[in-house]
């Protein structure tokens, strides 16, 4: 591992646990064994190690999330939407630190004023979004989901998925414990109404 990646690994680390306006470079070099200069040889300053973070970060989400949408193999749109759900939280398992720094106030503080970090976070979460509604609309094609507006329901597909897993960022939750009856809300919400006989 190279001294750069050590540092974005290491600024990520303390980032995500104790949020970024906390971290300093102090901290980050002792962390690190990186001497401060050695820190701004790579980097300009501390937003540059922020957003260069949140790049990596997108690019890992979208390459992770749109590879698990191509090579899925799916009955049904209901099924893909499923399948997009549980690797989600599959995925937010897996990059706990990462999700962990996006779900903190400062990204989305740095986004109203810094036009890279809003076009990054912009990137990652309308990966998802769009995620879901491209499994929305195969679902209204093969008849698996119900006609509702396929945006707006995947938007709200987000928020509740993106929700459980805050509460297991934050330690309230494991969301996993509610994944079943998630699964069985959403399929409730997307599926034609049955005819009652």
């Known amino acids: 591992m190279s001294k750069k990646e050590a540092i974005l690994q290491a600024a990520t680390r303390l980032f ?32 540059d190690i922020f957003l260069s973070i949140l790049e990596d970060t997108r690019k890992r989400v979208i390459e992770e999330f749109e590879r698990y949408l191509e090579e899925g193999e799916f009955d049904c749109g209901l099924d893909m939407i499923e399948g997009a759900i549980s690797f989600y939280f599959y995925l937010a398992g897996m990059m706990e630190e990462q999700f962990l ?15 890279v970090c809003r076009e990054h976070l912009e990137a990652i979460y309308n990966c998802f979004v769009n995620g879901f509604e491209q499994a929305i609309l195969l679902g209204q094609k093969d008849g698996s989901i119900r006609k509702m507006s396929s945006k707006r329901t995947a938007l709200i597909i987000f928020s509740m998925v993106d929700g459980l897993v805050r509460f297991k960022t934050y330690n309230l939750y494991n969301a996993g414990a509610l994944h079943n009856e998630f699964m069985e809300l959403c399929r409730k919400m997307l599926q034609k109404k049955q005819i009652q006989e």
Request: charged fraction near 30%.
């Open 16 to 47: 995500s646990e104790k949020g970024f306006k906390e971290t300093s470079i102090a901290e980050l070099s002792k962390t690190t064994g990186a001497a401060e200069g050695t820190i701004f040889y790579h980097f300009k300053n501390k937003e």
């Open 101 to 115: 720094l996006l779900h903190r106030r400062h990204p989305h503080e740095l986004a109203e004023v810094n036009p």
